[in-house]
């Protein structure tokens, strides 16, 4: 794939692109409406082609990528190759969270993750004292093979003077050599995966398109609930384990920090794209919400906007009885991404405080008619952007992967037709 | 159920109040060590399980009481179904059967073993046959079953597809007519219900409940 030199008109829509964006954020009136474009495995129905050749197909899938966003012409557009063609890197590294199209599912269905219990109530002291050691020794072998056999590693905190000289010598056992192997096999992998990511947004770049994003983060309640403790246990450990599980998350805020701003800070783009999974009204109760959810996650945010950054949480399912809470954060400095959410009604509630996305419904993308779309933009456009709201017009969750073409460009046409 | 005495209110506040070891040492204690009969304290927790299906439709518990009420009532069903000695004719009467299970491409189960749970302490005979469900080992299993309700769980927007098709192989299998469908999970809504010809939908175990009810004719 060759990366063309910027021409100036390319340059010039670039940054009227990202300026759009940028003033819908701060709250001030754009140009026009910015649309978002966040295709998963959609493109393989765009090109007609199966979802596991976008996994393993690194150019095929840049090129794909490329015609979608070309065609649909949004303002911005997601990492769409990072997230379509992770199959090569997922296999080298035994990924055992998820399955995906063509490994543990069929061709053509989606990732899908296996809620499972990767952290034992009891192990929550020992993620506390030594999160590192835990990973290491406990967490990584659980998630993926590559792993497999760190678990006889020495434990390193305490190991001194001649006590050190002698204490590594289990890595020198074959699980624990083979598992440093696998790990440089993947990351090579991993490597060659980001390349093409990074070169396919310079290409993007250099035709006028700005990504949406360049990193992902998480809520600290969702970090624990997904990946290490499963949707049930969490639900009990509310019961159960409260004071452990408030203390365990409060450490992650500083974990999830460090990490999702130096991620950031490498890809040179401030928008954080953050799927949230439990805040949705129907889940917990507003007490439960306002005490283990908000708390440690608007911490979060507060350190990610003092790092200059943008969240971005993507607030899946319903969470119209969270506007209240979740308007409590500084103004301008967010986006709010809802899925269910009436956004009508956040934007009565959030709309001098942050910018929204979204929201046509994934039913309606995938069941129903051009004119329907087209209607449902105009009654977002109408409804909230005209009447001074900061939207930025996108789907849901993204593009429904089965969502016909034509609703989809109903969707890009409407939104020029009524936003500007 | 017979007016209930000082220590059997106290099981039922304390299992519907969420308070789960004060609850299960105590059901423990009535069923292991003074004998109250096991079929008396499983009704209790019916009891329980009425004031907390009500308190989730009033908005005021939600899916982690959900969750913590089914543990519990796990853990004294597996100390009092073994003391359980029944007379011929006497097991207790199920309200109807309903075989649930989440379509084809789908692996999300969540919701449907919530749904499981809260349609059994309810009353009604379930057969859960599990995830990534064939259309054909539907039809097998409702030949075999003769349920009264179908649940056809997901959360995939796949799901809608893999819905729609098993509803329609219900059609030509000419066993439609038999039973009543319902669907549920995540993206489930009155499009996607009229989309895949399912009799109703629901957006949480309580309304699955419900709709079972309505449609063997108990009152809610």
């Known amino acids: 794939m060759k990366i063309p030199i910027q021409s100036v008109e390319a340059k010039l829509a670039y940054d009227a692109r990202w300026q759009r964006v940028m003033d819908t954020v701060a709250l001030r009136r754009p140009d026009r409406m910015a649309v978002g474009l966040y295709p998963m495995f959609w493109l393989a129905r765009y090109a007609g082609t199966t979802y596991r050749d976008l996994m393993y197909d690194y150019e095929r899938t840049k090129q794909i990528a490329e015609e979608v966003v070309l065609a649909l012409d949004p303002d911005i557009y997601s990492p769409t190759v990072m997230n379509a063609a992770l199959g090569p890197a997922l296999q080298a590294i035994g990924f055992k969270q998820v399955q995906w199209p063509g490994h543990g599912v069929g061709d053509n269905s989606p990732y899908q993750y296996l809620d499972r219990e990767y952290m034992k109530a009891e192990e929550y002291d020992e993620f506390l004292f030594d999160p590192t050691g835990f990973y290491l020794k406990k967490y990584l072998p659980r998630v993926a093979t590559a792993f497999e056999g760190l678990e006889e590693m020495p434990t390193l905190p305490g190991l001194h003077y001649f006590r050190l000289v002698g204490g590594i010598n289990r890595f020198a056992r074959p699980a624990v050599r083979k598992a440093w192997q696998n790990i440089t096999t993947a990351a090579e992998e991993a490597e060659r995966w980001i390349a093409h990511h990074v070169e396919f947004t310079k290409r993007m770049t250099a035709l006028g398109y700005p990504l949406a994003y360049g990193s992902t983060s998480i809520s600290p309640y969702d970090f624990i609930a997904d990946y290490f403790r499963g949707a049930t246990g969490m639900m009990k450990d509310l019961y159960r384990h409260k004071d452990k599980l408030l203390q365990v998350m409060d450490k992650c805020v500083q974990i999830l920090l460090t990490q999702t701003v130096a991620t950031a800070k490498a890809s040179g783009n401030p928008i954080i794209f953050i799927p949230v999974h439990w805040a949705a009204d129907a889940f917990m109760s507003p007490k439960q919400f306002e005490t283990f959810w908000w708390p440690p996650f608007r911490k979060l945010m507060l350190g990610l906007i003092d790092a200059d950054l943008i969240p971005m949480p993507m607030w899946e399912a319903d969470c119209t009885k969270r506007l209240e809470t979740i308007r409590d954060i500084p103004a301008g400095k967010c986006i709010y991404w809802f899925e269910r959410t009436d956004m009508v009604r956040a934007f009565e509630v959030l709309g001098d405080v942050v910018a929204l996305r979204g929201n046509l419904s994934p039913s309606l993308m995938t069941t129903g008619t051009p004119a329907q779309v087209d209607e449902a933009v105009k009654h977002l456009v109408e409804n909230v952007f005209n009447k001074g709201g900061s939207l930025i017009l996108d789907t849901a969750f993204g593009i429904p992967d089965e969502a016909p073409v034509d609703n989809v460009r109903a969707m890009y046409a409407a939104a020029r037709r009524y936003g500007g | ?220």
């Open chain 2, 1 to 220: 159920m017979p007016e209930l005495n000082a220590q059997e209110s106290q099981l039922v506040e304390w299992l519907s109040d969420m308070n789960e070891d004060d609850a299960l040492a105590l059901a423990k204690r009535m069923l292991l060590e003074e004998g109250v009969p096991p079929l008396r304290v499983l009704e209790l927790c019916r009891n329980a399980m009425d004031i907390v299906g009500k308190r989730f439709e009033e908005g005021e518990y939600f899916l982690p009481e959900l969750v913590l009420a089914g543990e519990m009532l796990e853990t004294i069903g597996a100390i009092a179904k073994p003391l359980i000695k029944h007379a011929p004719g006497e097991e207790p009467k199920k309200l109807g059967k309903v075989l649930i299970g989440t379509v084809h491409g789908d692996l999300h189960d969540i919701g449907k073993n919530i749904v499981s749970f809260m349609l059994d302490i309810n009353g009604f005979d379930v057969k859960d046959i599990g995830i990534d469900v064939p259309v054909q080992r539907f039809i097998d299993e409702i030949n075999v079953y003769q349920p009264d309700v179908v649940g056809l769980s997901g959360f995939l927007t796949l799901a809608f597809d893999s819905m729609k098709e098993t509803i329609a192989a219900f059609e030509k299998e000419g066993i439609r007519s038999r039973f009543k469908v319902m669907i549920g999970g995540g993206q489930i809504d009155e499009t996607v219900r009229a989309y895949t010809g399912a009799d109703a939908f629901g957006v949480n175990a309580v309304e699955a409940v419900n709709l079972c009810r309505a449609w063997v004719g108990v009152a809610a």
